[in-house]
């Protein structure tokens, strides 16, 4: 099976264990909006029985390797499914052109999305092999109850911020900022591969100044000049948080992902 992310291969082994096996493309340390295929990926496709992807117009790289990897008829599970999409009009969603007018394609940064995901990915696991479907069913039940009880230990320490404020290095972040109450004052990046305007960043630099902001997030797939610049120009810290599993060590898992943001975001905030 094939992944195109990280964070569904993790998703797809949790709910799998030992009946699958699970490749992803990106490995976490690119950009999910920039990344190039490799030769080895076509032969990844050509070999799947099932991609698992999030759609949205997330990966449109993925379907040239299908087509390069001539096979049309590959199963597709797409986990954005039955997912609630905040929208351009709801001022925190993508600007990455028309690929992504139906919504940001960042779900996974909440949690109770994942519940969601993981139900999509279960039943593309049993129409692939109905004959684990047991196995299956009681691995993602499992799951979604460790994610339960995370998720409300890491709302607990949000909880006790009276500073919630901060400024992202593109727009990845509103599913996550909007569970847990996080309030995102603007984002260096309208879209990836491009860089900010310099009355972009004075914008930016005023921002911070006006209304205090302590902390910039900032994403090691991306070019970390641009935060460092308003580091320097105005003193707020940088904290280098992931949308993807495996940027940062001991994060290759989502649960460990997730609790590692929280937890590093709560005490640059001033947080216990």
């Given amino acids: 099976m094939v992944a195109t992310l990280p964070v569904l291969k993790d998703f797809t082994e949790a709910v799998g264990g030992p009946h699958v096996r699970v ?15 490799k030769p080895s990926d076509i032969l990844s496709i050509q070999n799947a029985d099932l991609l698992i992807k999030i759609g949205l117009g997330l990966e449109i790289w993925a379907a040239s390797l299908i087509e390069n990897a001539n096979r049309p008829d590959l199963p597709i599970v797409t986990t954005s499914n039955g997912v609630a999409l905040i929208k351009d009009d709801e001022g925190h969603a993508d600007d990455h052109g028309d690929d992504h007018a139906q ?4 779900i996974w940064l909440d949690p109770e999305n994942v519940k969601m995901m993981i139900a ?17 069913r009681k691995n993602a039940a499992a799951y979604i109850d460790r994610l339960d009880v995370l998720q409300k230990n890491l709302q607990a320490k949000v909880n006790g911020l ?3 404020a901060i400024i992202t290095h ?3 972040w509103p599913y996550f900022a909007r ?13 990836v591969g491009s860089e900010p305007s310099p009355k972009r960043m004075g914008q930016l630099i005023r921002l911070i100044k006006q209304e205090g902001i302590k902390v910039v997030v900032s994403e090691p797939q991306l070019n970390q ?11 707020v810290r940088i904290v280098s948080l992931s949308p993807l599993p ?10 460990d992902l997730i609790r590692y943001n929280i937890e590093t975001l709560v005490a640059a905030l001033g947080g216990a």
């Avoid at 490995?27 to 999910?32: H, I």
């Avoid at 569970?179 to 879209?191: A, D, E, M, T, Y």
């Avoid at 495996?246 to 649960?255: D, K, Q, R, S, V």
Wanted: avoid cysteine; charge should be negative; aromatic fraction near 8%.
């Fill in 23 to 37: 490749v992803s493309l990106i490995t976490g340390f690119e950009s999910e909006h920039t990344y190039s295929p």
């Fill in 103 to 106: 919504g940001n394609p960042h």
């Fill in 120 to 136: 999509v990915i279960t039943k593309g696991l049993i129409a692939a092999d109905a004959i684990h479907e047991a196995d299956y």
């Fill in 162 to 164: 009276q500073d919630r």
């Fill in 170 to 172: 593109h727009p990845a």
């Fill in 179 to 191: 569970r847990f109450g996080f309030v995102i004052k603007g984002n260096i990046l309208s879209q």
């Fill in 225 to 235: 000049k641009i935060p460092q610049i308003l580091a320097q120009e105005t003193g």
């Fill in 246 to 255: 495996g940027a940062i060590p001991g994060t290759e898992h989502y649960l």
